[in-house]
């Protein structure tokens, strides 16, 4: 089956995860239960550390604080899912609650 990299965006907060509402984060956990009854499977999940704690290497070797893009959003995390189709993974992003961001999906390539 065909993986996809369901990327959630949101715009960064200095409270980080104590700014997110209860009821985002109550949808964020009923959201696994829905995947399941799809059909998909969830291969990995993984919640970021700020982007404060981001490194970036340039191709000179260099290594500076934070992420490399200038941007409203940080990737606040990441899922890999097994899917269908293209439209199916797109599915699963709309289940996921979104506060200040956007949900990005990807095919991943087949190695």
Request: avoid cysteine; charge should be negative.
């Amino acid at each position: 089956m065909p993986q996809y990299a369901v990327l959630i965006y949101e715009k960064e907060t200095p409270g980080g995860v104590a700014d997110i509402p209860p009821e985002v984060m109550e949808a964020n956990v009923a959201a696994g239960a829905k995947i399941a009854e799809m059909g998909v499977r969830v291969v990995h999940e993984q919640a970021l550390q700020p982007s404060a704690a981001a490194r970036t290497i340039h191709r000179d070797g260099l290594v500076t604080d934070g992420p490399f893009l200038e941007s409203r959003e940080v990737i606040a995390g990441f899922f890999v899912v097994e899917a269908a189709d293209l439209d199916q993974a797109v599915a699963v992003g709309k289940l996921l609650p979104i506060v200040d961001g956007a949900v990005e999906v990807r095919p991943l390539l087949a190695v």
